[in-house]
Structures are given as C-alpha cells and as structure tokens.
C-alpha cells in the first residue's frame, strides 16, 4: 500500500471514486445534486494546477482505493489545513487506509506549516466520526445552516 500525491494519469480511477464518494454523500444525507464527468475533470485539474490545495491516494496493487483532498488556507493570525474530503471504496475500508492517508495528509500539512487540521463531518455518518475521534479530532464549533428559501 503506497499513499502518494495524485498524478495527472490517475484522472480516470479517480473519476470512478469522486462518483462513489459524491453518491455515499448523497444517500448519508438526503441531498439531491448531479456532478458531471466534465465537473469533476475540471475540479481535479484546479487542485492540481493550485497551490494550495492537493489531492493524496492510497494505491493498493496499482489501482487506486481511496483519496483525499485538502486546501491550506492562510490569514494574519494561522495557517489551517483543512480536509475537504476523504474517500475510501467500500471493498477498502476497515484496514487502515483512511487512517493513512489522514496521517499522510497531517505530514503535508506540517510541511506547509499548517499549526492546525479541520474537517466537517456529517453528524450522522458515524463511520468517518469515530475514524475521525481516534485520529485525535474533537469537536470544536458547530456549524449551522438555513436554505434561502423564506429567508428573511
């Protein structure tokens, strides 16, 4: 098993697994939305293209089962590491590759000198809460949310 950056010839298994993990998401959580080919192409090459972002995969026998995207946002007072996303194929999971790649991730994120890592997580995916806990991830704000319609 090898968690390495993303490379511009990984695009088409990395297509396969952004769909699986856009549609876990929309089952976990109800939400309705169409991603395209084009979208998701378009997405990869902004990450890759950019500086501050970066997308790490962990490969197992050469096929790619699992990734995770990240963006360092910097202002006057810290640098953040924030974890935008982290997918692993269901027939990978519960053998450490999610771990791994959060920790590789964390080393990036040192690099780069991030002092702290964030991530939003669904509180009713359960599964990526406690994998989350027992990387040492607590719970510190509460986000809220209202949809525009009947805002007021």
């Known amino acids: 098993m090898v968690v390495r950056k993303m490379k511009r010839r990984d695009f088409d298994q990395y297509k396969i697994l952004r769909k699986a993990g856009l549609e876990d998401h929309q089952k976990l959580t109800g939400e309705k939305f169409k ?4 979208q998701i192409k378009k997405e990869f090459e902004g990450i890759l293209d950019g500086k ?21 946002m910097k202002n006057a ?24 790649l959060v920790n590789k991730f964390s080393k990036w994120s ?12 669904k509180i009713n995916n359960k599964k990526a809460v ?22 007021s």
Request: glycine residues 10%; hydrophobic residues 40%.
């Open 130 to 151: 406690n994998l989350y806990k027992k990387l040492g991830f607590k719970i510190k704000y509460y986000e809220m949310e209202k949809g525009q319609v009947g805002f």
């Open 52 to 72: 501050k972002r970066i997308i790490l995969v962990v490969e197992k026998s050469r096929k790619i089962q699992g990734y995770i995207i990240g963006t360092l």
């Open 35 to 38: 991603i395209s080919s084009k």
């Open 110 to 121: 040192k690099v780069k000198k991030a002092t702290i890592i964030r991530l939003g997580v």
């Open 77 to 100: 007072y810290q640098c953040i590491a924030y974890i935008d996303d982290l997918f692993v194929a269901k027939d990978s999971r519960k053998m450490g590759l999610g771990k791994n």
